[in-house]
């Protein structure tokens, strides 16, 4: 009965005339907004409009204010529309909730496919209140859209490189988070975060009305943790202190459901999408108590459509070599791994990359932190599932997971050593008109007295910037992540030779053609962890006559001997069984500023000149065009 009584109260206060106060607080709408799936709890919500929020695209693309995923889908479709030549937008899955998960493809079609070039993924919004990210990969879609033709760095980049761009991989978890006052973990699936069985019976209450899930206090001398913070002279911040020992308890705002003494402790959804990767994932529960779990982690490696739909676009795009899948909100740039420290497992020569772009990336952003996930992030404490693991390990790639937004501790204002939240009230007061604390103010509740609703704006402070402030935080993440493209393998031919090594009898002689090529970009063609997982193939120079193959012909391939045919009952395309029409030599992996080279013995009888070309071919440097020889 208690159960239903709570429901009933939800549904009478969704309604309640909003509290006008010193802040621009949300504004409910008399819509409802469903959430899909099945639950104990309700799945409709009064639909809120944030102010900051732009809910119908105008004219132009501003970055001081959020983007709902329709407005984000109108950019992506105008730009595709009127940039045909480098911009392709496209559906690479659905939704749990069946909306469509839309990407672009960035890059010259006048230089070459997608595929023929190295690339760059950048995601955006995987987990579903950290918006800042979206806005992240917008803001580089723009700059690198707006740069083509004008700016001749980034026409380079596009000409060379490929840049994939998906904005929201979440768009549930988005729409929920900017159309409501709810938040939630990572999808809407739901889920039993509580472990009693029930599914989502327990989310938060607007119990005042004005569209914000707040903090809650009431006096509670008994079990109270939170005294007034002495270093807040305003009396807003509270301190936590042992249990009995404070004068507060606090909750997020809401009422207790399904009885059970808890507030809000089972809102909508709670699976991590961030904890959903195959590689050293970890299950929610195990059967003997002693092993490792991965709160979040879902049913299995990829269960969730989200995931798979990266995972599926990755592997079916080997040329991708860096890939950065932003959250918020530390700020730190995140890397792998995420189980052990990054010298027990990682080649020396690739951990030597990571840590070059942990420093560079500081310089780039001002981020105060850079590093692994297990040491620098978790402090010693396993991640299991974790994107930078599935990135590095099972992918081969450099793959960072940076977070966003340093939620207002900008400097220590009082000078105690430490940026905390007395820190973050005093840059809202001085930088952000106050507009990011909330006044506690009384409201009703139906299980303590005295209750107060107050504190930080959980989505627009905590969370996320606000909006005034987007875009410093939005550009300098898509600034480190321009720079990372930049890095990029890149082929250029060197000269090519050709040398008599012996004359025989007749009129047949032997030439050795050397061809070289230069990898003019950073990054080696493939990280060596990229080499042992086979998810590259070494860099390969291949040669093609002029005229077709040997038989018939006035020469013969000496050196390197074809391949021998493959047998037994290995399962292989039928691109391998008919076999190459072409000469090739494995050259392995070349390093950033090396030159590679291939040798090639052939014999020419009683012919003046042969014609060929040759062409480079990796997995993650691309392909290098043809360059035709003569052998004379």
Not at 145 to 150: Q, R, S
Not at 175 to 187: I, K
Not at 302 to 309: G, K, V
């Amino acid at each position: 009965m208690k159960r239903i009584t709570g429901i009933l109260f939800i549904v009478l206060v969704s309604g309640a005339t909003r509290f006008i106060g010193a802040q621009d607080h949300a504004i409910p709408d008399s819509s409802i907004y469903t959430v899909g799936g099945q639950r104990h709890g309700i799945s409709f919500f009064p639909r809120v409009k944030h102010p900051g929020v732009e809910y119908s695209p105008g004219d132009t693309l501003s970055f001081d204010r959020y983007h709902t995923y329709g407005v984000i889908c109108h950019w992506m479709t105008r730009w595709a529309e009127e940039h045909p030549e480098i911009v392709t937008l496209y559906e690479v899955g659905r939704s749990y909730e069946g909306r469509p998960v839309m990407q672009m493809t960035l890059t010259s079609s006048k230089y070459g496919t997608d595929t023929d070039k190295p690339a760059a993924f950048f995601e955006g919004n995987r987990h579903s209140g950290e918006i800042t990210s979206a806005e992240s990969v917008l803001w580089l879609a723009r700059h690198l859209i707006e740069g083509y033709g004008n700016d001749p760095e980034i026409t380079d980049l596009l000409d060379h490189f490929t840049v994939y761009l998906r904005p929201v991989n979440n768009p549930d978890g988005h729409e929920l988070y900017l159309n409501t006052a709810q938040s939630n973990r990572s999808t809407v699936r739901p889920d039993d975060n509580d472990n009693d069985g029930l599914y989502d019976e327990d989310p938060p209450e607007d119990l005042d009305g004005d569209g914000i899930i707040l903090t809650l206090r009431w006096p509670d001398r008994k079990n109270g943790t939170l005294i007034p913070d002495p270093a807040d002279l305003s009396g807003r911040i509270m301190k936590r202190v042992p249990r009995g020992e404070g004068v507060y308890a606090t909750s997020a705002e809401g009422i207790d459901n399904d009885g059970d003494g808890r507030i809000n402790e089972d809102g909508i959804g709670g699976l991590d999408l961030h904890r959903n990767y195959p590689e050293n994932w970890r299950p929610e529960r195990e059967m003997t108590g002693r092993g490792f779990t991965q709160r979040g982690a879902g049913a299995y490696p990829l269960s969730e459509p989200e995931t798979r739909a990266v995972f599926a676009f990755l592997m079916t795009h080997p040329n991708i070599y860096v890939v950065n899948s932003m959250d918020t909100t530390v700020p730190m740039h995140l890397r792998p791994p995420s189980t052990s420290p990054s010298e027990e497992r990682m080649y020396p020569e690739d951990l030597k990359w990571y840590i070059y772009f942990d420093d560079l990336a500081g310089r780039i952003t001002g981020y105060e932190r850079a590093g692994d996930v297990y040491n620098d992030y978790g402090g010693g404490q396993p991640l299991f599932g974790h994107g930078p693991d599935f990135g590095y390990w099972y992918y081969g790639a450099i793959w960072y997971g940076d977070e966003l937004w340093n939620g207002g501790r900008y400097k220590d204002y009082d000078g105690d050593g430490d940026k905390d939240q007395v820190d973050m009230l005093a840059w809202d007061d001085e930088e952000n008109g106050g507009e990011g604390f909330h006044e506690w103010k009384p409201v009703s509740h139906p299980l303590h007295d005295s209750v107060e609703a107050g504190g930080f704006h959980p989505k627009f402070f905590s969370q996320n910037p606000p909006a005034a402030h987007l875009e410093k935080w939005a550009a300098n993440q898509a600034l480190f992540n321009k720079a990372l493209i930049s890095h990029l393998p890149r082929l250029e031919w060197e000269e090519y030779t050709v040398k008599r090594v012996k004359k025989h009898r007749g009129d047949s002689v032997d030439y050795k053609l050397t061809v070289r090529f230069r990898n003019a970009g950073k990054l080696p063609t493939a990280l060596s962890q990229a080499h042992l997982v086979k998810i590259v193939k070494p860099d390969e120079v291949r040669i093609t006559i002029e005229g077709g193959n040997e038989k018939g012909s006035r020469y013969r391939i000496l050196e390197p001997l074809p391949p021998a045919p493959r047998r037994g009952n290995m399962m292989y395309s039928d691109e391998e069984s008919r076999g190459p029409e072409y000469i090739s030599e494995t050259v392995g992996y070349t390093p950033g500023g090396a030159i590679a080279e291939a040798h090639f013995i052939i014999r020419l009888f009683d012919t003046a000149e042969l014609k060929g070309s040759a062409t480079v071919v990796t997995t993650r440097a691309g392909i290098l065009p043809a360059k035709e020889f003569i052998i004379r």
